[in-house]
């Protein structure tokens, strides 16, 4: 079992840049397919990126292509998610996954067996 601790988030203006990091417990990160979610108040949980155990494989959501950047270390058993060009429809509460299959590639929410607590990012206009 693994882990999941997200931080980084917080209040930003639309246009602005955050980064978060998601640390991971454990000493088999590197078979861990790691993923991002998103959910809005009132809104269903939102795909954002997922990555492949070595990170060379890596989904974006459509919403963010082009603006957000996953990637991980393995040695540091961590996973981040930046966040540029930030609009006030990013906010929400992120969500970090992980799982052992390869239905990550999905990025449906049910094929991640591990959530950590989540962090929220709030994007001012």
């Known amino acids: 079992q693994v882990q999941l601790v997200e931080s980084g988030g917080g209040l930003v203006q639309a246009g602005g840049s955050l980064r978060l990091s998601c640390a991971t417990s454990?000493?088999?990160?590197?078979?861990?397919?790691m993923g991002w979610f998103r959910q809005a108040p009132g809104k269903e949980r939102e795909f954002v990126s997922a990555?492949?155990?070595?990170?060379?494989?890596?989904l974006y959501g459509d919403s963010v292509k082009g603006r957000f950047t996953i990637s991980r270390d393995n040695a540091k058993n961590t996973v981040y998610l930046q966040m540029n060009s930030l609009k006030p429809e990013d906010t929400a509460v992120y969500y970090c996954a992980a799982d052992t299959s390869n239905r990550w590639a999905t990025g449906r929410a049910k094929n991640f067996r591990y959530w950590g607590q989540g962090t929220q990012v709030t994007v001012s206009s």
């Open positions: 454990g000493r088999t990160f590197g078979s861990y397919a």
């Open positions: 990555i492949g155990w070595s990170g060379g494989s890596t």
